[in-house]
């Protein structure tokens, strides 16, 4: 299917069922962006999983810079996609936005972005590691569930996110680095048994009940700031843990 320039929304079920579809041209990257998609059925890209730009598979996808907000499933199950740079001009990476995109190895998230949709990367088995930029405030439900982070980097400057105890679930991290200035650590790390390795930043004053509740693999706590400035009240599982 061919999508033209002039399409702006596309409603619910327009595409329900087109299970023969395999690829999707367009020939303006930047008006796809712009397109509202209803819901999952909306974008023929959940059946036909390539898209197309002027007759070329989008692989390494680059967002042009005219575009504010990736719109919800604006990407999704796009098997196609390696890479996506984001740049500077987006604030906001929607709902679905590459959900089941599971070639996607590598994604490049800037500065500008406040927001990360709910399962905006769910099921993205590509994806072995992430780093959340300082300007993230909010994370939505099972926004990374079921990829195959192994390494996460919450970084330095990043405000207390709002997040809750699905985000990370399904994936095998080892190590997380919870940034200085992130000061209040709820649930989201729940039940990730892989996990051994986890870095609290300078300015952590507080691990909250049920933080790290069964992550029984944590044999390393590196507090980087005053041990005594940090309210620990979340339990270990008994992980032989180092200091």
């Known amino acids: 299917i061919s999508i033209g320039n002039s399409v702006t929304s596309i409603g ?9 579809l395999t690829e999707v041209n367009i020939t303006d990257l930047s008006a796809w962006c712009k397109i509202d998609f209803a819901e999952y059925d909306a974008n023929p890209l959940n059946y036909a999983h390539h898209l197309k730009l002027n007759g070329t598979e989008v692989t390494n996808l680059v967002i042009p810079n005219d575009i ?23 604030t906001l ?32 088995t590509g994806l072995t590691s992430i780093t959340i930029p300082n300007s993230v405030t909010e994370i939505g439900r099972y926004a990374f569930w079921n990829c195959m982070l ?13 997040m809750d105890g699905n985000i990370f679930a399904g994936n095998p991290l080892t190590s997380i680095y919870i940034g200085r200035t992130m000061t209040n650590v709820t649930s989201p790390f729940k039940g990730l048994t892989s996990l051994s390795k986890v ?45």
């Open 93 to 124: 990476i929607g709902n679905y936005a590459f959900l089941g995109c599971n070639g996607l190895t590598e994604v490049t998230i800037p500065n500008s972005v406040t927001s990360i949709g709910s399962y905006a990367f769910y099921g993205c």
């Open 199 to 243: 870095t609290l930043g300078r300015g952590m004053t507080s691990l909250q009940s049920g933080a790290f509740e069964g992550c029984t693999g944590i044999k390393e706590l590196v507090i980087e700031g005053d041990e005594s400035a940090i309210t620990i009240d979340c339990k270990f599982d008994n992980s032989p843990i180092e200091k």
């Open 68 to 90: 504010t907000e990736i719109k919800q499933y604006a990407f999704c199950d796009c098997d196609g996609l390696t890479s996506v740079t984001i740049p500077n001009s987006v």
């Open 150 to 162: 192994n390494t996460l980097i919450i970084m330095d400057g990043v405000n207390p996110i709002a």
């Open 12 to 20: 619910t079920d327009a595409f329900n069922g087109c299970t023969g």
